[in-house]
């Protein structure tokens, strides 16, 4: 899911003719005073990072006005929220609330989920803990939520009877805007009830499906500003993957020492379970995209393994005859070994990999002492069985001398 | 008899002009499978390994009656493909694309359902009927080495494993009635449980192997359907993951629906709760058809 940050989502909502609170995005200070000298009410500093719960975190500040807000927004820019770092704020004119309730859409799962509840704010998660005056729906997703359903389960919550038409109706606006953002997660906290009765979305976060960034291309480009990881290896896989053509690819690293190269489905999991019940400690799980005549994914997967420091083994495993090219796999392998010399010369290398060109492939590794390129016929056991004791034997080896 | 395809299944192909989808109906054709007629819009008239290519799905079904549709087409045209095949009454669909949007998926198996078709995928490399049919790529260019015919029933959520599965069965002796990869996706149009009933169904299946991982609620409703008698046949579950349980929650590794958000979403848990439902739970391939022997011979 790629979370947006809340100028985003409200964007959204705003183009969609839903009540949104108005409000921009200011990277300075100096910006966030004079957007808020336009705000005879008051403002309203937020914390512009891609995570819910930002009340709570302390990352929202109420300022009276075009001076308070610049403190506000200086405290905030440049602090740490959530595990992100606040490069934006958002300023949002302040609304007089008179109740505030809540309000979200989720899809994961066959049929969409709708919570709605009577209070809304801060402390909205004692409220959704108790099941008082909360009630959660599946939506039919072919017949969607009409307003006839959502006055009824707002009734259902509690809310006085005066208000309900009115943001029934919005609640099965939003649900419309939940699905033609393609988003999985669409929560409204607080949905406010202004001092003269009118509706006001004060608090948006969405979260919408990277499958269907090509109906949003504006927001492929908001994956790239988010977070990368600080491991310079995932980096530069997470970087591969948004840069280059093909299918998806990971590159997760863990504790243990034996690179695992392996797809992305049920055969990598099954040999990270066999390598850690045979008693070794895989150095990370990836995913890689099937073969095709460009192979610069699998190298940016095959070269974070390689440049692992704690790397002690190599186990390349795949699952037998499926049409996927096995000498696109172990070209890559000689490519990166002969790049990379060094250590990955007696590296213990195991390749359970069974398909077409398949000769060839064998032909590539002959006169590799540490590439063990093993029999067809041999089992995903058996070839994680034999990484393992290569490895524990060099290790033995190593203490003896 | 098998499950989902056999010998008379007439099929048509959605997309067939595309590279993947040339190459896979060659083969099925090889192996057997009735392929009658394809669609691809624009490209009415042409043929495709002697199948001849239809722009819209009622011109093709005009002049060919088929039973099941294959869906090469790429993910954002999914949803409207499979809208016109079950629109035009076809109520056996397998979708091979991946990175489908959750929204279109969730709006095909609905509809599918709907109408009272079975839809498979998506993200499937396919279902085979050993010796008799084969839908999608399923088995590549050489089945037989892989699917003997035979009498065990496959479910799996991953397709590559469905290949070890079946050389795993085949080594000990065993072969394999249909073998169906039902997709990776965090939706599915037909659940683990669902096919298992169909195998339960058919004569020509003595037991099931399904292969699970973490992340969606798949298993604990095949284990629901175990505890509510509603399977006689033996079923063997070989559940993968469970390593993810020793890294903080939310943690990605792999597939996005492999991600576990509750405790019974482990590999654990549904080893466990499939255990207590009477299930075979196998540690590894190998062990599969030592279970299937002790259950179906009860030594």
């Known amino acids: 899911m790629l979370r947006l940050t809340e100028d985003i989502a409200k964007a959204w909502l705003r183009a969609k003719g839903l009540p949104v609170p108005r409000g921009a995005a200011a990277d300075s200070a100096e910006a966030a005073a004079r957007l808020a000298a336009d705000m005879p009410g008051g403002a309203v500093i937020k914390a512009l990072v891609p995570a819910g719960r930002r009340g709570k975190a302390g990352a929202v500040r109420v300022a009276a006005d075009a001076k308070a807000s610049r403190t506000a927004a200086a405290e905030l820019l440049g602090s740490e929220v959530h595990g992100y770092a606040v490069q934006r704020v958002y300023v949002e004119e302040r609304i007089a609330i008179r109740s505030e309730h809540y309000l979200s859409f989720m899809l994961n799962g066959p049929r969409p989920e709708v919570i709605l509840s009577r209070s809304g704010g801060v402390n909205v998660e004692d409220a959704l803990g108790s099941t008082e005056n909360v009630v959660r729906a599946a939506v039919d997703p072919l017949r969607g939520l009409q307003s006839g359903d959502t006055m009824a389960l707002w009734r259902k919550a509690g809310l006085p009877g005066a208000v309900v038409p009115a943001i029934g109706g919005l609640t099965a606006a939003l649900y419309e805007a939940f699905c033609a953002a393609d988003a999985l997660l669409l929560e409204i906290n607080p949905l406010a009830v202004d001092d003269r009765g009118g509706l006001a979305l004060v608090g948006a976060m969405m979260g919408v499906d990277q499958n269907a960034l090509f109906r949003h291309p504006a927001w492929a480009g908001g994956a790239l500003t988010g977070t990368l990881p600080a491991n310079p290896r995932e980096r530069g896989v997470a970087l591969a993957n948004r840069a280059l053509p093909g299918g998806e690819c990971q590159y997760v690293e863990l504790d243990g020492d034996i690179g695992l190269l392996v797809g992305g489905g049920g055969a990598g999991l099954y040999q990270h379970d066999l390598v850690l019940e045979l008693g070794g400690r895989p150095a990370n799980h990836c995913v890689t995209p099937p073969t095709g005549s460009d192979n610069r994914k699998l190298k940016a997967v095959l070269s974070a393994i390689l440049d692992n420091p704690s790397l002690r083994g190599l186990l390349i495993g795949f699952n037998f005859a499926q049409m996927a090219r096995t000498d696109i796999r172990v070209r890559t392998l000689v490519e990166l070994l002969d790049e990379k010399g060094g250590r990955t010369a007696r590296l213990p290398i195991v390749i359970r990999l069974f398909g077409a060109g398949e000769a060839e492939s064998r032909a590539m590794v002959t006169g590799r002492a540490n590439v063990h390129y093993v029999p067809r016929g041999t089992t995903l056991k058996e070839a994680a069985a034999l990484i393992v004791r290569l490895v524990a034997e060099a290790k033995a080896e190593e203490r003896a001398a | ?299």
């Open chain 2, 1 to 299: 008899m098998s499950i989902l395809v056999d010998r008379e299944t007439r099929v048509t192909v959605q997309g067939i002009t595309g590279g993947q989808a040339r190459f896979d109906t060659e083969w099925c054709i090889r192996y057997g499978t009735r392929i009658v007629s394809g669609v691809t819009p624009g490209k009415g008239g042409e043929t495709v390994h002697g199948v001849p290519v239809y722009d819209t799905m009622r011109r093709a079904l005009a002049d060919h009656p088929v039973d099941a549709s294959v869906l090469y087409v790429p993910a954002p045209m999914v949803k409207p493909a499979v809208l016109e095949a079950i629109d035009a009454g076809i109520r056996l669909l397998l979708v091979t694309a991946e990175y489908v949007p959750l929204h279109d998926v969730v709006h095909v198996v609905a509809a599918a359902r709907a109408a009272g078709a079975r839809l498979i995928g998506c993200n499937t490399n396919g279902v085979i009927s050993a010796g008799k049919s084969k839908l999608g790529g399923v088995g590549g260019i050489d089945p037989d080495e892989i699917y003997a015919p035979g009498r065990i029933g496959i479910c799996s959520r991953s397709g590559g494993m469905t290949a070890e599965i079946a050389l795993a069965l085949r080594q000990a002796g065993y072969g394999v009635s249909t073998s169906v990869a039902m997709g990776g996706d965090l939706v599915t149009g037909t659940t683990m449980a669902e096919y298992v009933a169909l195998f339960e169904k058919d004569p020509d299946t003595d037991a099931v192997v399904v292969f699970g991982e973490p992340g969606t609620d798949n298993e604990q409703e095949l284990a629901a359907l175990l505890r509510a008698g509603g399977v006689r046949k033996p079923v063997v579950a070989l559940i993968s993951g469970a390593f993810q349980e020793r890294y903080p929650a939310g943690m990605a590794f792999g597939h996005a629906a492999a991600a576990i958000n509750s405790s019974d979403e482990s590999a654990s848990a549904k080893r466990r709760i499939l255990r207590e439902a009477g299930a075979h739970v196998a540690q590894s391939l190998e062990e599969i058809p030592q279970l299937l022997r002790r259950a179906l011979n009860g030594n």
